[in-house]
């Protein structure tokens, strides 16, 4: 048995592979980290406050009051759902052929570009300063929320589906272009078949994140159970708000549940 | 039937994948396209049904020259050329039928192939051939259910469902067991010989290539270098197409290998069923 190898080993650093580097790097960031906790301006009484009122707020989870303005809830629950559900279809419908046009390996140069920079702009901008342009331009209501939603679906779902269509087995794309199908035949035939328990598994997905983004848009005036939120909040009725919660909630997790169980059987 | 004027194909990197092939293939022959890989072999066959598109000379398929075609011409043009995959490149998702069926695209308009409303002419075309590869009783199986020799079966069904004048065979035994190729290839052979169908076979199987082939096309650096009978097939052409190697080394162990396998058999007989 000879001795001559080395029986230590230690991975070499990757990124920085000059040790003084590395120390530079570690002191600056503490320094940096210090500096910043310093700099925070906290103001004690308001905390105090603070935590009062959030106790309310705890306490109004605890008694939650359905009763007294159910009738706000429920018909503020109905135009989130109908929200939720006509956004995702609508968004589902018009984010198919800008995903099929954004994915390179289908579509010429010009197209693809069009397509990927309509999803740009969708993903770009957040739900809720989506919905502040078009509360402005619609006015208040569920309306604005639909169309918030329906943008804000069309991105999620097109830069999606456009990036599953270029990561395709191409072989089998090649295949039946080699039979001589049109183009169409071959979305049909090659393409589908490959990409759709995805997308479908995708619209589900977005479908509870439409539903989840209804509650927050509600509050910046799009309509729905978050503008019944925003209301119970700003009139200190905690009860109602925690009732209003864990409605949220409970149709969240069913969503949730619903739809990994609907994903798994698609599969 | 099949005819290659001074063929040509640089890739935009600069790669020169065929210079100056020209090459007939007769009514009814097999050819085999043998070669060190990156000689151009797949390249070629691409060529022919514009998969590649050439760079320069002419393919001529029963007079009509491909390379000038347009869109709508290449379509007419494709299905006349039925094409079998290395990794079968059957759409797994779909039925074992919808894909001997999707051989017919070419010819049915995008609503019918859409709705699955096939001709009944093509549906039985479509039986019969499943029926002629052995899979009859998986027609209605997902692609992806069969074994790697039942999908290349499938692969035949589906190029022949096109009616084709010319197959073009890419690699069809590189991901199958040494028994399951001989099947394959004796299939192959027989088929084109029922239909008198041309066929170009890319392999990289010397023995399989002088065994099966009429006549053996050899390409190296994207050029001919050989083109003959099997039989001429010599030690001093092999290291033509390939580069100095021991080729008698070679083909002794393909012998083990096939005595091997007449062994396995053998001991796979004695077990009771």
Excluded at chain 2, 197 to 226: E, S, T, Y
Aim: proline share 4%; with cysteine; charged share 20%.
């Amino acid at each position: 048995m000879s001795s001559q190898y080395p029986t230590t080993w230690r991975r070499p650093p990757q990124v920085l592979t000059d040790r003084r580097w590395r120390i530079a790097l570690q002191v600056g960031l503490l320094i940096y980290l210090v500096l910043a906790f310093g700099s925070i301006d906290v103001n004690w009484q308001r905390v105090s406050e603070g935590l009062e009122r959030g106790q309310r707020f705890v306490m109004g989870f605890l008694q939650p009051d359905f009763m007294s303005r159910w009738r706000d809830i429920s018909q503020g629950l109905i135009e989130s759902l109908t929200m939720t559900l006509t956004s995702s279809v609508v968004g589902v419908m018009i984010s198919v052929p800008i995903g099929i046009g954004a994915a390179r390996n289908l579509v010429p140069r010009p197209v693809y570009l069009v397509c990927r920079s309509i999803v740009a702009v969708s993903r770009s901008l957040q739900e809720v300063i989506v919905a502040i342009f078009l509360v402005a331009m619609f006015g208040f209501g569920p309306f604005a929320g639909f169309l918030t939603l329906t943008f804000a679906t069309i991105g999620f779902i097109a830069k999606l589906l456009a990036d599953d269509i270029e990561e395709i087995d191409e072989t089998q794309a090649e295949a039946i272009r080699a039979t001589g199908a049109s183009w169409f035949q071959l979305l049909n035939y090659a393409i589908q078949p490959q990409v759709m328990p995805r997308l479908v598994g995708l619209s589900l997905y977005r479908l509870d994140i439409n539903f989840r983004e209804s509650a927050v848009i509600g509050i910046v005036g799009a309509g729905g159970i978050g503008a019944t939120l925003n209301t119970a909040i700003d009139r200190y009725e905690y009860d109602s708000a925690g009732a209003i919660l864990l409605i949220v909630i409970a149709i969240v997790m069913v969503a949730e549940y619903s739809s990994s169980y609907l994903r798994k059987f698609l599969q | 039937m099949l005819e290659l004027k001074s063929l040509s194909k640089t890739y935009r990197t600069g790669d020169a994948a065929l210079t100056g092939v020209s090459l007939q293939v007769p009514k009814g022959q097999i050819i085999g396209l043998i070669g060190p890989s990156g000689a151009g072999k797949s390249t070629l066959i691409r060529c022919v049904n514009r998969l590649v598109e050439p760079s320069s000379g002419e393919i001529l398929l029963g007079g009509d020259n491909l390379v000038t075609l347009g869109r709508r011409d290449l379509r007419t043009q494709r299905r006349r050329i039925g094409m079998i995959f290395q990794e079968y490149s059957l759409v797994e998702r779909l039925t074992v039928m919808e894909n001997v069926l999707s051989g017919r695209l070419g010819y049915v308009p995008f609503w019918r192939s859409f709705l699955r409303r096939f001709d009944a002419v093509d549906i039985q075309r479509a039986y019969q051939l499943l029926d002629r590869v052995g899979l009859l009783d998986h027609a209605n199986k997902r692609a992806d259910a069969l074994s790697g020799g039942q999908r290349q079966r499938v692969g035949i069904a589906r190029a022949l469902a096109q009616n084709p004048e010319l197959l073009l065979v890419d690699e069809p035994t590189a991901s199958l067991d040494p028994k399951t190729i001989r099947q394959i290839m004796r299939l192959l052979t027989e088929i084109c010989a029922e239909r008198n169908l041309p066929a170009i076979v890319n392999i990289h199987d010397v023995p399989l290539a002088r065994q099966f082939m009429q006549r053996i096309v050899g390409l190296r650096a994207g050029q001919v270098v050989f083109d003959d009978a099997p039989a001429a097939l010599s030690e001093d052409a092999l290291t033509r197409i390939y580069g100095a190697e021991d080729w008698d080394a070679m083909r002794k162990s393909d012998t083990e290998e096939d005595e091997s396998e007449s062994d396995t058999r053998r001991d796979l007989s004695e077990i009771p069923a």
